[in-house]
């Protein structure tokens, strides 16, 4: 058996019918930017999320960057960030000229809310927290700190569609929430997509402006916008999508749990699940020792896996300047040289998860 992942078009195959119906709906309607399509996603989306405002717009780097902009975060500034994630979280913030403050996860690959105080100076003035893998940060305490200290808080739900935490869905808690639709993610867009959602009707007014090249009435521009829309083609397809999202993370769910319940092998470490959150897998992590070698011996055994993330941030060519260096974050340093992502895809068949448990129960560390 092969295990391959690029495997987008399953999921695509699960619901075909419909993501073509609604193509072809808005292919011809004449209208392709920013319309009755994305109006609707907007709508559908801040519901399913629980919040008042959506804003759809190009990315979710944009969602991100878009939001600290509009929070009027920027030169001067310091942002706590987790010190494990994509680059996408670090980049929404010096793109606008504020400073990463890096801190350190917990067990679950979320910031640490124990170790935000120690990191929070006379400069600080918004947490970025990342739902990273698609399980919920502990938020009751984040949002604790975040009030005590008056700082703005952004949550990064680019990998966390439809994750809880306490009953109430990331991107529900934060000043802004911002997704991605990135066509890999659990619920993904087919092209480029982001959307923040927000209870704040002066930031949704912002971002709505800012989208649109800082015009909230066309020709008149209030502020130094961007070109961020979401296109009527996405929308219509995430809007169909949405309605199956439930089932798409059920599916992963019972992914997760085959692995979680298969998996036994001492020289693997499974996931941790936080108590009081639902998990909703974009990624499936494992921590092993030896992973290059582990990673090597499922792809002998044709089983492709990719690592999330092989250089954090803080070591990353581009960042340099910001001055860190080897040793600064042991605990992401060492996530970095430890962690595997198992396949974990909507269509996956159940003997290919049968056969990955095999594979990895069969894996001797050398
Ligand atoms: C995917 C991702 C982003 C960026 O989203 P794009 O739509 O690719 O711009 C940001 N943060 C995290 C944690 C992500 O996984």
């Known amino acids: 058996m092969k295990i391959d992942l690029a495997v987008l078009g399953r999921q695509f195959e699960l619901y075909q019918e419909e993501y073509e119906a609604a193509a072809l709906r808005v292919l011809r309607s004449g209208w392709y930017v920013l319309g009755p399509e994305v109006e609707a996603f907007e709508k559908a989306f801040s519901a399913y999320v629980g919040r008042k405002y959506c804003i759809g717009v190009g990315s979710g780097l944009d969602a991100l960057t878009l939001s600290v902009r509009a929070l009027g975060i920027g030169a001067g500034d310091e942002v706590i960030v987790p010190a494990n994630t994509y680059i996408a979280t670090v980049l929404a913030i010096t793109a606008n000229g504020a400073t990463p403050v890096f801190v350190e996860p917990d067990d679950c690959f979320t910031l640490d809310a124990a170790r935000i105080e120690a990191a929070i100076t006379p400069k600080t003035r918004a947490i970025m927290v990342v739902h990273l893998y698609g399980q919920a940060a502990q938020m009751d305490a984040i949002c604790r700190i975040a009030k005590a200290h008056g700082l703005r808080l952004v949550e990064d739900c680019a990998q ?207």
């Open 160 to 366: 966390s569609h439809g994750a809880k935490f306490g009953g109430t869905m990331t991107g529900a808690f934060g000043d802004a929430g911002c997704f991605s639709f990135y066509p890999t993610k659990n619920l993904g867009a087919f092209g480029d997509a982001g959307a923040v959602v927000t209870d704040d009707e002066e930031l949704a007014g912002t971002l709505r402006m800012l989208r649109n090249y800082g015009s909230e009435k066309k020709y008149y521009n209030k502020l130094v916008g961007v070109n961020s829309r979401l296109d009527e083609l996405q929308a219509a397809l995430l809007r169909t999508k949405l309605s199956h999202l439930k089932e798409l993370n059920a599916e992963r769910e019972r992914i997760a749990a085959a692995y979680l319940s298969g998996i036994q092998n001492p020289a693997i470490r499974l996931p941790k699940q936080r108590e009081n959150a639902n998990h909703v897998w974009h990624q499936f992590v494992i921590e092993t020792e030896d992973r290059d070698g582990f990673q090597q011996y499922l792809a002998d055994h044709d089983i492709q896996t990719v690592i999330h993330y092989p250089i954090p941030p803080h070591l990353a060519e581009c960042y340099q300047y910001l001055g860190c260096k080897e040793g600064d974050f042991p605990i992401t340093e060492h996530m970095a040289k430890t962690v595997l992502s198992l396949p974990m895809f909507n269509g996956m068949k159940e003997e290919e998860v049968r056969y990955v448990i095999e594979t990895v129960n069969g894996y001797e560390k050398a």
